[in-house]
């Protein structure tokens, strides 16, 4: 295949498209609406998917919605099903509404009396097919194993349902916003990505609802790229892990701006003073060896727009690596565990 006929190059460039979709996503009020109505609710998925549920857990506290929010990979979750009660929301996160665990933790809800939701790109999966209620990720079938759009609609398909339930919803500008993010930084993260293939080790950090972004940048560079990745929340970076700076490290800082930005930055200066290079992600300001500036001031959208510029680092570097950034080796779009089903 050439460059530009790698399914995730398309698929990075139509996160746009996915994003507009999600915006005009009428299944998104159902979602608000069973959100509202419920008292608690557990968000889970594998993977990419259980990002996803992380950021929705965090997003529902942030914005204060009153539910009490809770994100567990499928598998974990399988262990609280006792704890479910009448009233409880489950919303399952499933790319192929196949995954073994998702099913296995989707079906346990149902039984134990929660509604199940699911945030899913099949419609006619088995997940969707036992579900009460669920929203497509939109921007239509995504061919890579590496998730990038889909990781993009579902996330702010909970961000949107989470605004209304705050009586909000997410910026219109948001498609623009990130089309232009595309078109600016694309060669910029595609000339860095000739040094980032060689990195000895990729530091994500990220804070509050940006930690879950930096979770799914360590995913996609160990994925696509196959380069040892760590994440941390910023500031825990310095207890202990830190002792890994030295050269050949790469800081991918994912940063938006609140109250602690200014600590942010010391940190970002710390490892960089200890030789590592810094990749700072911002709705700030700030200094880096690259520094990628998201047009968008809301924290809780600027936070998913973090993650665009680290699918364009993924796939050059998979590039410059002469690695196959659809197919990544050991992997598959859908995750069948025997015995499980
Ligand atoms: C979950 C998942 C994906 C990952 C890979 C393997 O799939 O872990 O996040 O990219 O394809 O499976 P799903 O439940 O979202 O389909």
């Known amino acids: 295949m050439t460059h530009q006929s790698h399914h995730m ?22 979602l608000a609406e069973a959100l509202s109505s419920s008292d608690r609710v557990f968000f889970f998925g594998c993977g990419s998917s259980y990002n996803m549920a992380l950021y929705g857990a965090r997003v529902a506290e942030v914005l204060e919605v009153g539910v009490e929010a809770y994100a567990l990979p499928s598998s974990e979750f399988t262990y609280f099903l006792g704890k479910l009660r009448r009233g409880d929301l489950a919303v399952a996160i499933s790319r192929s509404g196949e995954t073994s665990e998702t099913l296995k933790a989707a079906m346990g809800a149902l039984k134990a009396g929660a509604k199940l939701f699911s945030i899913t790109n099949e419609p006619a999966s088995p997940l969707a097919r036992a579900s009460h209620a669920y929203v497509l990720m939109g921007g239509g079938r995504e061919e890579s194993v590496v998730m990038t759009k889909t990781f993009v609609a579902g996330s702010l398909s909970i961000l949107r349902a989470l605004k ?160 196959d950034p659809d197919r990544p080796r050991h992997l598959s779009k859908v995750v069948k565990v025997r015995g499980l089903n």
């Open 164 to 323: 209304m339930c705050a009586g909000g919803d997410v910026g219109r500008e948001l498609p623009s916003r990130l089309w232009e993010l595309i078109e600016t930084h694309e060669p910029l993260l595609k000339d860095f990505s000739r040094e980032f293939a060689e990195a000895r080790l990729a530091v994500n950090l990220g804070h509050s609802y940006t930690h879950p972004m930096a979770l799914e940048a360590s995913i996609k560079v160990m994925e696509a790229a196959l380069i040892p990745a760590i994440t941390y929340h910023m500031m825990e970076f310095r207890h202990g892990p830190k002792a890994l700076v030295e050269p050949g490290v790469y800081v991918l800082a994912l940063l938006v701006e609140d109250p602690h930005y200014e600590l942010h930055r010391d940190l970002l200066e710390e490892v960089s003073s200890l030789g590592a290079k810094v990749v700072l992600i911002t709705n700030g300001e700030g200094l880096g060896d690259v520094v990628v500036k998201i047009g968008v001031k809301d924290p809780l959208e600027a936070a998913v727009l973090t993650i665009t510029p680290v699918h364009l680092l993924a796939y050059y570097s998979a590039l410059r690596k002469g690695l």
């Open 9 to 30: 190059i398309k698929e990075i460039r139509e996160e746009p498209q996915a994003a507009a979709y999600v915006l005009k996503d009428e299944h998104v009020k159902e």
